[in-house]
């Protein structure tokens, strides 16, 4: 049972447009949330997170977006770059679990110049 | 500073033969964890060490699989008797400490490969 799931394996966007990726949880027990880029024979880098007594975190170009009641959350990219172009995952994880990571399938993520 | 590295970049092995891989967390870092990697898959979690006792190894597959971390910093990831379907790269992670607040800064992994 997957308890993170992105449902798009691919997203394609032009450049200076904006980019969302969705995600959604299934576990009620998740309370802080992440998203990490991967590119190509590389370890994934965080990029942002949000805890589950917010709504919202922003960090530049970068939002994230959590709907508890839907158990769902986004992360917007505005202007996307060509250079945003990577993997992205979304995880999740409980306050008691030791910060064990549930991540998501991943999206890939193309920005067209 | 350094980041977490990983030994070999990529492992190619027979089936039924043993294997070691290597993590290197960044200096100070109490927490380590394990995750693996499918092709076309997120990373999923294996097991984490907080200093050097096993804190939760509950994603370990089966006992073909076992980790250990002596001295609360490397940590070795052991595969005995290795099939087919472990082929995946394994991905080592390292935060301060075992918490969501913390960030995991992930090595660039190791590629194994099980012919």
């Known amino acids: 049972d997957q308890q993170v799931k992105q449902n798009s394996p691919s997203l394609s966007v032009q450049e200076g447009r904006i980019s969302i990726l969705n995600c959604d949880y299934t576990n009620s027990m998740f309370d802080y949330f992440l998203w990490y880029k991967k590119y190509p024979a590389e370890g994934p880098t965080f990029l942002i997170s949000?805890?589950?007594?917010?709504d919202k975190n922003e960090d530049g170009r970068f939002t994230v977006f959590l709907n508890k009641s839907a158990k769902h959350l986004s992360l917007h990219i505005v202007p996307s770059q060509p250079g945003d172009s990577a993997v992205y995952f979304c995880a999740a994880t409980a306050d008691n679990a030791g910060n064990m990571l549930t991540f998501g399938g991943g999206t890939r993520l193309m920005v067209k110049p | 500073g350094a980041g977490v590295s990983q030994t070999p970049s990529n492992k190619v092995t027979e089936k039924g033969k043993y294997v070691e891989l290597r993590c290197d967390p960044i200096s100070g870092h109490t927490a380590l964890y394990w995750y693996r990697q499918s092709l076309g898959q997120g990373p999923e979690f294996l097991i984490y060490?907080?200093?050097?006792?096993?804190?939760?190894d509950s994603g370990l597959p089966n006992d073909r699989f076992f980790a250990v971390r002596p001295e609360g910093s490397v940590s070795t990831l052991k595969i005995q008797r290795t099939e087919r379907g472990d082929s995946a790269v394994y991905l080592c992670?390292?935060?301060?400490?075992?918490?969501?607040?913390?960030?995991?800064?992930f090595g660039p992994g190791t590629r194994l490969t099980v012919l």
């Open positions: 992670a390292s935060s301060l400490y075992p918490i969501a607040t913390d960030t995991q800064y």
């Open positions: 949000i805890s589950s007594i917010k």
């Open positions: 060490f907080q200093g050097t006792g096993a804190a939760d």
